[in-house]
């Protein structure tokens, strides 16, 4: 019976293994993944702030102290709460747009062209997710130069049982959902660039079939008596 299941343990692995990699097989990947995903010489930084969840903004109502505001935060959902006119969603937006927005909401109702300022107080920390095969799954800060080499080392590297031409990445730009596979090996080879990681994105490290079956039945070997001493 111990044997059995050690067997049915093994070939569930590898069945999951093996369903997962087909589906990681039809992800964009090669030039296709690199027209989403750029490597970080060749993308384009955003010339402006974006408003972040997380962050603490100071509004400055000119005229008005009563709705002049030093710290001010942005909520996870990316909200304020702003006297009189209640809860804005700031996030993805630049100041300049955030004030118009404050603005446009106060004359509406309460005020004759007020002149309103938004800056970023406190930026929140940027972070990407790094899961999968890798030795220490978590989340970590990012910053404008961190590629996909980067992340998965802050991750403390592939496991020994990682799927190097398997690591995918996610990202939402305009909430639109974008997925590509990337080769590690090339990549650390210098065959292929090394893909600019943001903040937002998740980074998954794929299994190997091939690697976990041979961990797997290795560890299932006392229970086959494959070791005998003689």
Excluded: W
Excluded at 63 to 75: A, F, I, Q, S, Y
Aim: charged content about 15%.
């Amino acid at each position: 019976m111990k044997i059995l299941g050690a067997l049915s343990l093994v070939v569930a692995s590898t069945s999951l293994a093996a369903c997962s990699s087909q589906l990681y097989k039809q992800l964009p990947h090669g030039p296709a993944a690199y027209a989403a995903f750029p490597a970080v010489d060749k993308a384009v930084v955003p010339t402006e702030y974006l408003i972040a969840p997380g962050d603490v903004i100071g509004v400055t109502v000119f005229g008005e102290p009563d709705l002049t505001l030093e710290k001010l935060p942005v909520d996870d959902a990316g909200f304020i709460q702003f006297p009189l006119i209640g809860s804005i969603q700031v996030s993805k937006m630049t100041p300049a747009s955030a004030s118009a927005l404050i603005a446009s909401k106060l004359s509406t109702r309460f005020l004759r062209s007020p002149s309103v300022t938004l800056n970023v107080v406190e930026q929140s920390g940027q972070i990407v997710s790094v899961e999968g095969q890798v030795a220490k799954a978590g989340v970590y800060p990012v910053g404008p130069q961190t590629t996909l080499l980067g992340a998965i080392a802050l991750a403390q590297s592939p496991t020994p049982i990682a799927k190097l031409d398997e690591i995918i990445i996610f990202r939402t730009v305009n909430n639109q959902r974008m997925v590509a596979r990337f080769d590690l090996s090339r990549i650390r080879a210098g065959a292929d660039p090394d893909p600019q990681i943001l903040g937002g994105d998740a980074v998954v490290v794929g299994l190997s079939r091939a690697k976990s079956l041979y961990r797997d039945i290795l560890q299932a070997a006392p229970l086959f008596n494959v070791f005998t001493r003689f």
